[in-house]
């Protein structure tokens, strides 16, 4: 039998991006399944038409309305398998809440993706950015991907080590178009050491830390009352959470960087090191920052937020202005994590 996509026009977006930002999709449908999506693929190919694969919308910066037609991911649905001994495999719809998602692994006792709690946007946006936090990346976990690949048309499942993973980076960043994601499979465990090592989970837990006592739910806590000290609710106070990536330099680099700024936080790994983007951005005196518009969180330099309605385009002219003022005090290059949709034309 045929699937027709529901499709909708005129669409507004303002409440389908964690930024808040005004903006209608022409076409716009909701899938809930693989015959859905191939559904709605097929509609937007014969009419001729882009297509725009939405998640929950915490790493975009709409820039204009998108040209023709929205994909919403709505595939929900969690459960385990391979359970054994102490561990087991959390499957993961690509429409389900991460946030929820951590929680409910926490709460059954597994361990892996609790300091990943409280970060918006679905599972089956987590891989694209290789979320990470507090020592933990996504990628640590994962054991595969299930996805549309539009060039063959058929479903295929990349195992972990195929998906190119990096620093906010992976295979469906460098090759952006070629795969849908629908579906994914988390390998947790109720004995895996967890990651305390992060330097504010340490101050929580103070002299009080007793591993042997500690639980997923405990960290899982941790993180959050750490993340909404420092960090803004997207439902109060709308952002994209981290806009700049921590710039990786060279040894040589970060040398000079020390010399002619003490003080200045990094994390040295072998033949480079990551610097701390919301260091530089501090330095530079942005944070706090707030115009009629839009600002820099007063707490974190590295989340720009839209208090008063802003656009798109504000929220990327103040990204710029910022990226210009590190690269002229520090020769540094900020790289922003959201993408940006319908970029307005290169004068």
């Not at 599972?123 to 549309?148: F, H, R």
């Not at 005196?285 to 007063?298: I, L, M, N, Q």
Request: with cysteine; net charge negative.
């Amino acid at each position: 039998m045929t699937v027709r996509p529901d499709i909708q026009q005129n669409v507004s977006l303002r409440g389908l991006n964690s930024l808040g930002i005004a903006a209608t999709a022409r076409y716009f449908v909701a899938v809930h399944d693989s015959g859905e999506l191939t559904a709605a693929l097929a509609w937007a190919e014969e009419q001729q038409l882009a297509t725009l694969v939405l998640g929950g919308g915490s790493n975009l910066v709409f820039a204009g309305d998108p040209p023709g037609l929205v994909i919403r991911i709505a595939m929900r649905g969690r459960h385990w398998e391979d359970v054994r001994n102490d561990e087991a495999t959390l499957v993961l719809g690509a429409g389900e809440n991460w946030h929820d998602s951590v929680m409910y692994a926490a709460t059954s006792g597994y361990r892996g993706i609790e300091n990943l709690a409280l970060i918006p946007g679905t599972a089956g946006a987590a891989p694209v950015q290789n979320i990470g936090a507090y020592g933990v990346e996504l990628k640590d976990t994962l054991v595969s991907v299930t996805a549309l690949d539009r060039h063959s048309g058929e479903t295929v499942v990349l195992a972990g080590e195929d998906c190119r993973f990096g620093y906010r980076d992976s295979l469906f960043k460098q090759d952006p178009g070629h795969y849908v994601i629908t579906e994914i499979r988390l390998r947790l465990s109720r004995s895996r050491p967890l990651s305390l090592d992060y330097g504010d989970l340490k101050g929580y837990f103070g002299d009080e830390l007793d591993l042997a006592t500690l639980t997923p739910l405990d960290v899982a806590n941790a993180v959050m009352a750490v993340r909404r000290r420092k960090l803004p609710d997207p439902q109060t106070l709308p952002n994209a959470g981290s806009f700049f990536k921590n710039p990786v330099v060279s040894d040589e680099t970060w040398q000079r960087l020390q010399r002619d700024n003490p003080g200045i936080a990094g994390y040295p790994a072998v033949g480079s090191v990551k610097l701390a983007a919301a260091w530089l951005i501090d330095q530079c005196g942005w944070k706090g920052y707030r115009d009629a518009r839009v600002g820099v969180h007063s707490h974190q330099a590295l989340v720009l937020v839209n208090h008063s309605g802003g656009s798109g385009a504000d929220i990327l002219a103040l990204a710029r202005r910022i990226r210009e003022d590190v690269k002229t005090r520090f020769g540094v290059e900020l790289e922003m994590e959201p993408g940006v949709v319908a970029p307005p034309d290169p004068v």
